[in-house]
């Protein structure tokens, strides 16, 4: 079945980095731009970054640009998101999630990550 | 890259039909397709209306969705008790980016 799978999560030091993973399976991956979208606790979800289908394009929202860089691999159907300089504002349970080519909703999802930044 | 604008809370009673407002700008809203998700306390977001007006199946033909302008509207007709959840606008943006509204929290007393 289609399945979205993150990976990475956990407590780390302001300033320090982490890096999540994102595992796809039961659709074709390469056919999907993939995003990472963000919820803090008690909080509304705030959308983090895109990486297009082929990955060559690539957005960020003005809070992580600069900190946080976007890929995937599709030959192992495996989306990143490599974050360095972490705040305590980046605390939050971290979604990928895909959009299929010429549409317009996110979907599927995965089941989340938590991110925890705090000394 | 300011977030869309929604009510923090509704509430209504069984039977009940509700409207949630999103409002957004030019540039994202006014600019393209908007889509709604539901999403129950420690869950995943699910995606209830795509493309302004359009139900995924599986889709209760209870939920229906509009645009006039900078604001999209979700109308849950007949409200039900397991329609209690949070309600989430999101809009593609004419910078390449995406944005979701607050969030509205759905009461059904």
């Known amino acids: 079945q289609v399945q979205l799978v993150e990976s990475g999560g956990g407590v780390v030091q302001p300033g320090r980095s982490l890096r999540l993973s994102c595992g796809a399976s039961g659709f074709t991956f390469s056919r999907y731009g993939m995003h990472w979208v963000r919820q803090a606790p008690g909080k509304g979800l705030d959308w983090v970054a895109i990486?297009?289908?082929?990955?060559?394009?690539?957005y960020y929202t003005d809070s992580v640009r600069g900190r946080f860089t976007i890929s995937r691999d599709t030959s192992k159907n495996t989306l990143f998101l490599q974050m360095d300089s972490l705040r305590a504002e980046d605390t939050a349970m971290y979604y990928c999630?895909?959009?299929?080519?010429?549409?317009?909703?996110?979907?599927?999802w995965g089941q989340g990550t938590l991110v925890t930044v705090s000394s | 890259q300011s977030a869309l604008t929604q009510p923090a809370s509704v509430s209504g009673s069984p039977g009940q039909s509700i409207a949630f407002s999103c409002t957004g700008t030019?540039?994202?809203?006014?600019?393209?397709?908007v889509s709604w998700y539901q999403q129950y306390p420690g869950k995943v977001p699910k995606v209830i209306i795509y493309?302004?007006?359009n139900r995924p199946s599986g889709v209760s033909d209870r939920f229906s969705g509009s645009k006039s302008g900078n604001t999209a509207s979700l109308t849950i007709s007949g409200l039900q008790a397991e329609d209690e959840a949070d309600y989430y606008c999101?809009?593609?943006?004419?910078?390449?980016?995406?944005?979701f509204g607050g969030g509205t929290k759905l009461t059904v007393l």
């Open positions: 999101s809009s593609f943006t004419n910078s390449g980016t995406w944005v």
């Open positions: 999630a895909g959009i299929l080519r010429f549409s317009n909703f996110f979907d599927p």
């Open positions: 990486i297009s289908h082929d990955g060559n394009k690539k």
């Open positions: 030019s540039s994202d809203i006014g600019y393209k397709y």
């Open positions: 493309d302004v007006n």
